[in-house]
């Protein structure tokens, strides 16, 4: 009996582990939409008031600044938490701070959907 009680125990919580990161993936997908990113950002690759969001992770962008940045998680957490850091180039700040509108958690998810458009 103890055996059929761990043997559940070790399966349930495997399945739980190869699941957590379509999860993540759908969470950010339904943030995408239901916070308006959407409305600026497309995933297709149109510009539209804000720069694309597919093929974007890995990638060098520049900024007016003059400078440029590789896309990878902490330029996304703070590009979302504080967008004014670094302008795309030739793009305006438009954007508001999400920094008291969204979780960390759901941070993490968007940053894990955008990695996810390639």
């Known amino acids: ?42 995933i297709s690759g149109a510009r539209m008031i804000g720069p694309p969001l597919n093929n974007i992770f890995g990638q060098r962008v520049f900024h007016n600044d003059g400078t440029s940045s590789i896309v990878d998680k902490d330029y ?3 590009s979302i938490k504080y967008p004014e850091a670094k302008i795309s180039k030739g793009y305006d700040n438009q954007m508001n701070s999400y920094i008291d509108l969204l979780s960390n958690e759901e941070i993490e998810a968007l940053v894990e959907y955008i990695k996810s458009l390639r």
Do not use: V
């Open 1 to 42: 009996m103890k055996f059929s009680i761990i043997f559940l125990l070790l399966l349930f919580t495997s399945c739980q582990k190869e699941n957590s990161q379509p999860i993540a993936k759908l969470s950010g997908e339904k943030l995408y939409i239901e916070k308006s990113c959407i409305t600026c950002h497309s």
């Open 76 to 78: 996304l957490i703070e």
